[in-house]
């Protein structure tokens, strides 16, 4: 990142289909593999471009991850936070990757 440039409130995550979610960079780093790539420390492209390619997961699963990235930045703090509605048929894929992206399947799914 060049120097005095400033980051972008708002990042792109790509599915492998396609897709494009335009989300927080804030909802975006509760991910640990995105936050990592989106380190402007990092000699990583998307730390530059403010994109995520994810080729492992596709657009209805990356929507559902989107959907728990603001799910988990809005409780954060909260106690008694309402479990987050996820559909049976996705929770394998969900399990995934949440793994890849290093969030917190319990929390996702509990």
Same mark, same amino acid.
């Given at each position: 990142?060049?120097?005095?440039?400033?980051?972008?409130?708002?990042?792109?995550?790509?599915?492998?289909?396609?897709?494009?979610?335009?989300?927080?960079?804030?909802?975006?780093?509760?991910?640990?593999?995105?936050?990592?790539? @989106?380190?402007?420390?990092?000699?990583?492209?998307?730390?530059?471009?403010?994109?995520?390619?994810?080729?492992?997961?596709?657009?209805?699963?990356?929507?559902?991850?989107?959907?728990?990235?603001?799910?988990?930045?809005?409780?954060?703090?909260?106690?008694?936070?309402?479990?987050?509605?996820?559909?049976?048929?996705?929770?394998?894929?969900?399990?995934?990757?949440?793994?890849? @992206?290093?969030?917190?399947?319990?929390?996702?799914?509990?």
């Amino acid at each position: 990142m060049p120097a005095g440039s400033t980051l972008s409130t708002h990042v792109t995550l790509i599915s492998s289909d396609g897709f494009e979610f335009i989300i927080l960079r804030e909802a975006a780093y509760v991910a640990g593999t995105i936050k990592k790539m @989106l380190d402007p420390t990092s000699a990583f492209a998307e730390a530059v471009t403010g994109r995520c390619t994810l080729g492992s997961i596709n657009g209805v699963i990356l929507e559902k991850v989107c959907e728990y990235l603001y799910y988990n930045l809005k409780h954060k703090d909260a106690q008694d936070v309402p479990d987050m509605d996820i559909p049976p048929e996705l929770c394998l894929e969900l399990l995934m990757a949440a793994d890849y @992206l290093q969030g917190k399947p319990s929390e996702a799914l509990s």
